[in-house]
């Protein structure tokens, strides 16, 4: 059963537009969620985080937003740079202070950002 | 670059034979944890120390896994009589504590059993 659930396997987005990635989950108990970026042979990068208290987070050209009643998030980048181009994993923690003891993967989008 | 090292970064094995990977975490990093990921899935989740105490295992971690971290620094992790399903990724990544935003991945052994 997948309590985090990337629906998208790829998502290819022309230069300059937005790339909007999207991240669904089960499990109520939920409480902190993050994304993470990976190139081929690298490990996952943290990208960017979000509570369960909140509803947005941004940083410079990422921004998620969490709406909990759905159990669904978002990460939005804009504009899309050709670096932006590599597999995106959704994680969810049921801590609040995201111990990654706890982190629960999607399966990944990989974002291609067409020039 | 002082990062997670992992090594060796790729190891193919006749089934039945035991492997062990080795994890060199980020100096000073309390927390050190093991994923595994196989192609088309995100990391899984398979254990974790604080320090040198391993507080929790999941359940894909059977009886022919095992991981140590004897002195609280490298951790090694292994894999006894292996089979075709332990063919994946072993990610490893260390942390300065419980938050997940400052965990640290390594570049991932990678396991083919033949």
């Known amino acids: 059963d997948q309590q985090v659930k990337q629906n998208s396997p790829s998502l290819s987005v022309q230069e300059g537009r937005i790339s909007i990635l999207n991240c669904d989950y089960t499990n109520s108990m939920f409480d902190y969620f993050l994304w993470y970026k990976k190139y081929p042979a690298e490990g996952p990068t943290f990208l960017i985080s979000?509570?369960?208290?909140?509803d947005k987070n941004e940083d410079g050209r990422f921004t998620v937003f969490l709406n909990k009643s759905a159990k669904h998030l978002s990460l939005h980048i804009v504009p899309s740079q050709p670096g932006d181009s590599a597999v995106y994993f959704c994680a969810a923690s049921p801590y609040s202070g995201g111990g990654a003891d706890g982190l629960t993967f999607g399966k990944g989008t990989h974002l291609i950002i067409q020039p | 670059d002082t990062g997670v090292s992992q090594n060796p970064r790729h190891k193919i094995t006749k089934r039945g034979q035991n492997v062990t990977f080795r994890c060199d975490p980020i100096?000073?990093?309390?927390?050190l944890y093991w994923y595994r990921q196989t192609l088309g899935q995100g990391p899984e989740f398979l254990t974790y120390?604080?320090?040198?105490?391993?507080?929790?295992k999941s359940r894909l971690l059977s009886d022919r896994f095992s991981a140590e971290r004897p002195k609280g620094s490298f951790s090694t992790l292994e894999i006894q009589r292996t089979e075709q399903g332990d063919s994946a990724m072993y990610l490893c990544?260390?942390?300065?504590?419980?938050?997940?935003?400052?965990?640290?991945f390594g570049e991932g052994s990678w396991l083919t059993v033949v």
């Open positions: 100096s000073e990093h309390n927390r």
């Open positions: 990544a260390s942390s300065l504590d419980s938050s997940g935003n400052t965990i640290y």
């Open positions: 120390f604080q320090n040198e105490a391993q507080l929790e």
């Open positions: 979000i509570s369960s208290i909140k």
